[in-house]
C-alpha cells in the first residue's frame, strides 16, 4: 500500500486556565490517510503525540456544530473537511474569533447562543394564553411546515457568526444566526407576535440595519441555509413598520 503524504497543522495552542500561558502556533506532522477530514487527523494528533490539545466535537457528521474552527482562513466544520481539499499539505487551525476562549481551538458557543436566545426571546410565544395538554394540537398547513423546517436545520455551530465583518467590529451585533431563528418565529402562525414586537428587536442597527450584506454567513454556512434571503425578508418586515 502507497505511504500517504505528510500534513504539516500549525495549531493555535492557548489555555487561558494556564497561569503565564501565552498565545503560541504549535507545528504537527502527521501522515495522511485516505478519507481523512480534520476532525480525523486532530484524534489522531491528541491520541498519538498530544494529549493536552483542545478541540471539541461530538456527532462527527455535521449536525452538532461543534467543531467548528478557523481552517487555513475560513471558518467551517472539521468533521466535513477532507484533507485533501489542501494540495500543499500546510493546514493551519484557529478557534472561531467572537466568541469566548475555553482553550487552544475550544470556544464556548453555548453561552453565546443562550444570551442571544434571552436577548431575542426565541422561543415560541402562543397565540392564547388558554394552554389544554389534552387539546389537539391544531394541524400546519405543509407548507409553512416546510419554510420552518429549513430554518431549523441551523446547527448553532458559529461559523456564520465568525464569518461577519459587522458582528467583528460590533459586538451588540444580533448577527445572522440570530435574525435567521427569529425569522422561524415570524413566519410560525401559532406565534401571537406582531411586526411592532420584532421591531423592537431587531429593528435597529444591531439588528436588520445593521448587516452590511457582505454575505460572508451565506458563503460559510455549513447547512447551506439562506442566511440573507431571511434578512432581506426581516428587513422589508421591520421596513413595514416604520412607513
Known sequence: ????????????????????????????????TPGMTVFIALNRLREEQDTSLQFDFV?????????AMVINGFPTLACRTLTTKYPKGEINLMPLPGFELIGDLSVNTGKFMRE???????????ISDDIDVHRLEAPMDPAEAAKLYELERCVECGVCVSACATKQMRDTFVGAVGMMKLARFELDSRDGRELEDFYHVIG??????????LLGCQDNCPKDLPHM???????????????
Not at 116 to 126: M, Y
Not at 229 to 243: D, E, H, P
Open 229 to 243: 434571503q431571511q434578512i432581506a425578508y426581516l428587513r422589508r418586515k421591520m421596513a413595514v413598520t416604520l412607513v
Open 1 to 32: 500500500m502507497a505511504k500517504g503524504r505528510t500534513l504539516t497543522f500549525n495549531i493555535f495552542r492557548y489555555d487561558p486556565q494556564v497561569p503565564g500561558d501565552k498565545p503560541k502556533m504549535v507545528k504537527y506532522q502527521l501522515e495522511e
Open 204 to 213: 435597529n442597527q444591531d439588528g436588520v440595519f445593521g448587516c452590511m450584506t
Open 59 to 67: 456527532c462527527r457528521a455535521g449536525i452538532c456544530g461543534s467543531c
Open 116 to 126: 442571544l436566545a434571552e436577548r431575542l426571546k426565541l422561543w415560541l410565544h402562543p
